[in-house]
């Protein structure tokens, strides 16, 4: 099985407001660099499209090493608390209901379709791939804006 490394982020002018994700997935030699954005959205939707949208460019299963800085997305997955909202009808322990519910369950079977192994990166620190997936996520609210 293939080991791909994926960096994602993503970001959000207003919350809710337009927004946008980046990731970048690198094979060896190859890097590919994906973005895309929405008009009225929120900072945690982006980050788990970036994640969606990188997991489906994917064309067989694979050891994925995933790294974020999104403590909401690297959490919920390596915790298994994204897990345990689905199994409990997308309600929390502390019995709200879940948030962003429809990408949860497309993230959850991307999972179970690649082995993913969760990392979480500071934010806007030394890590120049986080910091493109954040420019990456930038440039498209900013289009989305104009």
Do not use: F
Not at 35 to 46: P, Q, Y
Not at 47 to 64: F, S
Not at 101 to 119: A, F, G, I, K, S
């Amino acid at each position: 099985m293939k080991t791909i490394t994926i960096y994602t982020d993503g970001a959000c002018s207003g919350n809710p407001g337009p927004g946008g994700w980046g990731a970048i997935l690198q094979y060896g030699p190859h890097t590919r660099e994906m973005s895309g954005g929405e008009a009225d959205t929120t900072n945690n939707r982006m980050e788990l499209t970036g994640v969606i949208r990188a997991l489906q460019a994917l064309k067989e299963p694979c050891i994925v090493e995933l790294y974020s800085d999104s403590k909401y997305v690297i959490d919920a997955l390596s915790k298994g608390w994204a897990r345990s909202w689905r199994a409990k009808g997308w309600v929390k322990s502390d019995k709200k209901p879940a948030l962003n519910p429809d990408l949860w369950e497309l993230l959850l079977d991307l999972c179970q379709v690649h082995q993913v192994r969760t990392h979480w990166v500071k934010g806007h620190a030394e890590n120049p791939y986080n910091n493109r997936c954040d420019q990456l996520a930038v440039s498209e609210w900013q289009k989305l804006k104009r």
